[in-house]
């Protein structure tokens, strides 16, 4: 959802270090902005068939419905993380496990893709 420029690592790395350098408050308000942002455009963009990925745990609790899981590590990196957009509930929501894990949110990514494929083909044979 945010795209900031992060030290890889240490007291200023990563999604901690843009919440230390912005505080708690402001980074909630940030992510409830993105999020208004993000469901804005999914309802413009996102057609019959197709989804929204969430690639961090903040995207994911911030963007899905109140019936959708919590965050898991082990269900986004098996692809089970798999919910609504909140304000939105015709588009499905995937979690996918952190870009740093480069492997597993591959992997992910490419299972999530096949099962929107397979939803496409059942919609228009």
């Known amino acids: ?8 690592a ?3 790395g990563g999604v901690q270090g843009i919440q230390r350098l912005s505080g708690r408050k402001a980074y909630r ?5 993105e999020s208004k942002r993000v469901t804005r455009i999914a309802k413009t963009f996102v057609k019959d068939g197709g989804a929204v990925i969430a690639f961090q745990k903040d995207a994911w609790e911030t963007l899905r419905c109140e019936r ?7 269900k ?3 692809s089970e ?3 609504r ?6 588009i499905p929501l995937y979690g996918v496990p952190p870009t740093r894990l480069s492997g597993p949110c591959r992997d992910a990514i490419k299972e999530i893709a096949d099962k929107l494929q397979a939803r496409q083909k059942t919609k228009h044979p």
Do not use: H, R, T
């Open 81 to 83: 993380l798999i919910g």
């Open 76 to 78: 986004a990196k098996s």
């Open 29 to 33: 308000k940030v992510l409830e902005a």
């Open 85 to 90: 957009l909140k304000d939105a509930l015709d």
């Open 1 to 8: 959802m945010l795209a900031m420029p992060s030290a890889p």
């Open 68 to 74: 959708s899981a919590a965050y898991s590590i082990a």
């Open 10 to 12: 240490g007291k200023w």
